[in-house]
């Protein structure tokens, strides 16, 4: 099976919906056996080795979105997110999008920015002499890396930066790093630290903070998709949702909402495939901030026949290879469900995955309202958190929906009639 287009996968068994992903990553019994476990991949004892102070473990829902297609492959994706309509949005989306053939994405190579903070010298002079010491600084980073070394990556160049704080002027020495695969902490910052004692005895000043910049520009991903206006709902709606865009991009209480959404998109992927969600989400809040002013992330706009035009562009540092994607068991088999073979093509597909879900959403928004699907999703939760049995939920759901009176109190009062 290759085709992510599903009929009606939220309507299927919790066993025909592993049937189906089994189907299309060929996961074995004991993949299947992991996604199963109730505890969710992992045990108290690898969680105590993993972080500190361990007392047990925390367990979100994984789903699977649907009818991506990217690059002109097709991909079922994992999502691990707690937020209702989010999984169902971003398939609806993808749905669409694949009308008019699917996302097309493109990735960065993957480079790091890794920062020394060098005090106490004469920044003109020692700009010059890290410049004509530039080579001996990268031998030495490299020396830190055989593996990166063979692959013909690495460091690779040596900037520097003067910059103006209230406490006096400061130099910055920044390492651009080829981390391959890798998201590219560990390396990024051992390189940092491996180079500091050179950059002292080159410049004859004192270096402080040794790190890298989750701030990565030079890992670029974007994607672009057109969603057919008659799909949509006409072309007065794509005007609508274009109008829509205008004010996530030139009002910051809307763009931070707006931005939220793809994040929700893009964040969940995240987690089910074990990236560094904080460094992802802290990356894209000051790229929609580099103009001066907090933006939106995405653009939409419609081509010559009417359709939706959609793109999105942000940094995203991610990896395949080592961090927890490699310990985690359940990330590990989300890996695979991806079928990705290189961080460019995660990045494409995470980077796709927030732009279905940032159409979905504004779509939502300039034509029935955000919280008809939201509601239905979020009165289930209700009827579960009144301790309605799994062939209650739907009834109560159904006459909380038909009373608009979606409440706990509600809930709890339709399960005693019940």
């Known amino acids: 099976m290759s085709d992510s ?22 996961l074995s019994a004991e993949e299947l056996e992991i996604l199963q476990n109730n505890n969710g991949g992992i045990s108290f004892e690898k969680a105590d080795k993993m972080v500190e102070n ?27 997110i707690e937020e209702p309509s989010v999984i169902a949005a971003a398939s609806k989306g993808a749905k669409i999008a ?50 990166l070394s063979k692959m013909n990556k690495g460091a690779k160049e040596v900037s520097c930066k003067e910059i103006d704080t209230p406490l006096g002027k400061m130099l910055i020495v920044e390492l651009l790093i080829d981390v391959g695969d890798a998201m590219g902490a560990n390396i990024t910052n051992t390189m940092c630290e491996a180079v500091s004692p050179l ?13 890298l910049s989750n701030y990565s520009t030079q890992r670029i991903a974007k994607a672009t998709a057109v969603f057919d206006k008659k799909e949509i709902g006409g072309e007065n709606v794509v005007d609508d949702i274009i109008l829509a865009y205008q004010f996530a991009d030139n009002d910051v209480y809307r763009a931070v909402t707006h931005n939220k959404g793809i994040m929700n998109g893009i964040i969940a992927v995240a987690n089910a495939t074990g990236q560094d969600s904080r460094a992802i989400e802290a990356a894209a809040n000051a790229y929609a901030a580099r103009s001066g002013q907090y933006r939106s992330l995405s653009k939409w706009t419609k081509d010559r026949e009417g359709n939706l035009v959609g793109s999105l562009e942000l940094p995203l540092s991610v990896g395949i290879i080592g961090g927890i994607a490699n310990v985690h068991p359940i990330a590990k088999v989300c890996m695979k469900i991806l079928k990705v073979s290189s961080a460019q093509e995660l990045a494409c597909v995470m980077t796709a995955t927030g732009l279905a879900q940032n159409y979905s959403a504004i779509r939502a928004l300039a ?3 955000i919280q008809k699907g939201h509601m239905r999703l979020h009165a289930r939760n209700l009827a579960t958190a009144a301790g309605a049995k799994p062939d209650q939920v739907d009834k109560i759901v159904q006459k909380m929906i038909e009373e608009k009176k979606i409440s706990l109190d509600r809930a709890k009062e339709l399960l005693e009639q019940i």
Do not use: C, H, W
Not at 124 to 147: G, M, P, R, Y
Not at 202 to 210: A, E, H, Q, S, V
């Open 98 to 147: 694949r009308i008019k053939g699917g996302f097309e994405a493109t990735a960065d190579e993957s480079y790091s920015i890794g920062q020394i903070q060098v005090l106490d010298a004469d920044i003109n002079s020692a700009i010059k002499k890290i410049q004509e010491s530039s080579k001996e600084i990268i031998n030495l980073a490299n020396s830190k890396s055989n593996t």
């Open 199 to 211: 950059l002292e005895k080159i410049t004859g000043g004192r270096t402080l903070l040794r790190i």
């Open 54 to 80: 361990v007392i047990g473990t925390f367990s979100l829902p994984l789903g699977v979105a649907t009818s991506f297609k990217i690059n002109q492959k097709d991909y079922l994706i994992p999502m691990v």
């Open 367 to 369: 034509t029935e309202g």
């Open 5 to 26: 287009s599903i009929s009606k996968f939220f309507k299927k068994t919790r066993k025909e919906r592993l049937d189906i992903v089994g189907s299309f990553a060929n």
